[in-house]
């Protein structure tokens, strides 16, 4: 599911396509896919739901700033981060139970 967040950005955690259609993938973090025929069916569907309405939330309500660095394994993506107030919007969703730390964070929705 993708989420528009403002005139031509569209939301699904981590990937974040962003203004001018520059897709992020943000570092640090990682959430459920929001796909059928996954390892945690519907229960992993409706997490990844609440992950994007949460980031969604997050970035509507708040002033954020995006550091990018670089080029992900894909070559199609930014690495970025998105930080509110200094802490990196990752920490929100994980400390919310709605992401895992990555790369080494158990990925519980299994």
Request: with cysteine; net charge negative; proline share 8%.
């Given at each position: 599911?993708?989420?528009?967040?403002?005139?031509?950005?569209?939301?699904?955690?981590?990937?974040?396509?962003a203004?001018?259609?520059?897709?992020?993938?943000?570092?640090?973090?990682?959430?459920?896919e929001?796909?059928?025929?996954?390892?945690?069916g519907?229960?992993?569907?409706?997490?990844a739901?609440?992950?994007?309405?949460?980031?969604l939330?997050?970035?509507?309500?708040?002033?954020?700033?995006?550091?990018?660095?670089?080029?992900?394994?894909?070559?199609?993506?930014?690495?970025?981060?998105?930080?509110?107030?200094?802490?990196?919007?990752g920490?929100?969703l994980?400390?919310?139970?709605?992401?895992?730390?990555?790369?080494?964070?158990?990925e519980?929705?299994?």
């Open positions: 599911m993708l989420i528009r967040l403002y005139p031509n950005w569209e939301l699904e955690p981590p990937t974040v396509p203004r001018f259609r520059q897709n992020l993938r943000l570092q640090s973090y990682d959430t459920p929001p796909h059928d025929g996954i390892c945690g519907g229960a992993e569907i409706a997490l739901n609440r992950a994007s309405a949460r980031l939330q997050l970035l509507n309500t708040n002033p954020f700033t995006v550091e990018t660095f670089g080029i992900d394994g894909t070559g199609e993506r930014t690495l970025a981060t998105i930080r509110i107030a200094g802490r990196d919007v920490d929100f994980i400390e919310e139970g709605l992401a895992r730390r990555w790369p080494d964070g158990e519980f929705w299994c």
